[in-house]
């Protein structure tokens, strides 16, 4: 089966998505997401100028070959431009072989090792009271995990907090908002916030936390001991990964599970925090990690470790790349939770899909392939728009910092 027409689709519906879509001289056509959120044009240019060439004429079922030679091939390995680029090969080819073979992806990769998929919503208020409240209503959607971020006394903008709305977008500006930031005041804060969420809700419902690669180990640690009376799922990105070493440093703190991985791109990105359990949830995503094949790699090797899966599921990843996490986490035997941020009326409409939402749990659909596509027509109304992330600076002498 050769690949005979490769496609880069760039729109923006409320947010801007990059698909890639491949076609066959069979019919079958394919699916991939390479968005990378404030540099999307950047992998849409990778692709078109330097990966859609080097795929015509080729045998679209060998899906381990093309991933090498796109990996190896390329002589600059790894980086998110590249490993997004190849993720959206690698999704589309999974979802043509699956549709080759008349099943759902799952069935493909092995089966189910589930009914269902558990996911975590976003939880966010301008304090504590309204981040309570937030919870609240997300407990009564029927949510078993919940997100908590919060607005922090003496701080202007936070990461993981709405302004006048409750979905969360942050990468809300034509270039770059500055925010400022406080570590002192966020660890003031934090352990006031769960303990107020935590006697709210009680002691069924798992409750997750950000921290967004904001603090020093130290700081982490620090954190972690502190968040422990109130038993959280888990600590995300409690301190900036580059150096794995620095979670030795976290894990010796505190007994809080840590989660890291959402900006990984590469198995080499966490091979020292799984081997030395210095985490307990991979955060990697399709769409950053090279796709099904690079993180089913990354997956394997985390079972041998008890590190389980913990997919990030932002709106800045298409339900291309949902519907596709889905199938995977249905298989994936480690698997720990999935985030899911909700997508809006409209980028639904471009993406149509089969998976559902139901009482705090994601369904994957069961018709052939991954089972989301996109509705280039309805795309092509809403054409790209220049977005970027936040950064921060230390709000006492203006000092850039992880943001």
């Known amino acids: 089966m050769k690949i005979t027409a490769v496609k880069v689709i760039v729109c923006s519906p409320g947010r801007n998505f990059v698909t890639l879509k491949i076609e066959t001289d069979e019919g079958l056509i394919g699916y991939g997401d390479a968005t990378l959120n404030g540099r999307e044009l950047a992998v849409a240019s990778y692709l078109t100028d330097h990966v859609v060439p080097c795929l015509i004429g080729r045998d679209a079922h060998q899906i381990e070959d093309i991933w090498q030679y796109l990996y190896k091939g390329a002589y600059w390995r790894r980086g998110p431009v590249t490993m997004s680029a190849i993720g959206a090969v690698d999704m589309a080819l999974w979802d043509i072989k699956a549709k080759a073979a008349n099943m759902p992806l799952y069935q493909l990769l092995g089966g189910r090792s589930r009914s269902r998929v558990l996911v975590y919503a976003h939880a966010n208020g301008l304090d504590i009271a309204q981040t309570v409240e937030e919870v609240l209503r997300h407990r009564e ?8 971020q919060s607005g922090v006394p003496g701080l202007e903008k936070v990461y993981g907090v709405a302004k006048g709305q409750r979905f969360y977008e942050p990468a809300d500006s034509a270039l770059p908002a500055e925010h400022d930031w406080s570590s002192e005041k966020y660890l003031r804060h934090a352990p006031q916030l769960f303990e107020a969420v935590r006697a709210a809700v009680g002691p069924d419902v798992h409750l997750l936390h950000d921290v967004h690669h904001r603090l020093t180990p130290i700081e982490a640690g620090r954190l972690g001991k502190d968040l422990e009376p109130y038993r959280l799922f888990w600590l995300e990105d409690a301190t900036p990964a580059e150096n794995q070493a620095a979670f030795r440093l976290v894990r010796q703190a505190t007994l809080t599970p840590l989660a890291v991985g959402e900006v990984f791109n590469s198995i080499w990105d966490c091979k020292q925090l799984i081997e030395e359990q210095l ?3 991979i955060r990697a995503t399709l769409t950053h990690a090279g796709g099904i094949t690079g993180l089913r790699r990354i997956a394997d090797f985390a079972s041998l470790y008890q590190v389980r899966t913990g997919c990030h599921g932002p709106t800045d990843l298409s339900p291309v790349c949902m519907g596709a ?9 480690n698997f720990g939770i999935q985030e899911y941020m909700m997508h809006d009326e409209l980028t639904m409409a471009v993406f149509p899909h089969d998976y559902r939402f139901e009482a705090g749990y994601l369904y994957c659909g069961e018709s052939p392939g991954h089972g989301v596509s996109i509705d280039e027509k309805l795309a092509a109304k809403y054409p790209y728009k220049p977005a970027y992330l936040p950064v921060n600076r230390l709000k006492h002498d203006g000092t850039l910092v992880s943001w």
Do not use: K
């Not at 959607?141 to 908590?148: L, V």
């Open 141 to 148: 959607m029927g949510f078993e995990a919940i997100r908590a």
């Open 279 to 281: 985490i307990d949830y």
């Open 325 to 333: 996490a889905l199938h995977f986490d249905t298989w994936v035997p």
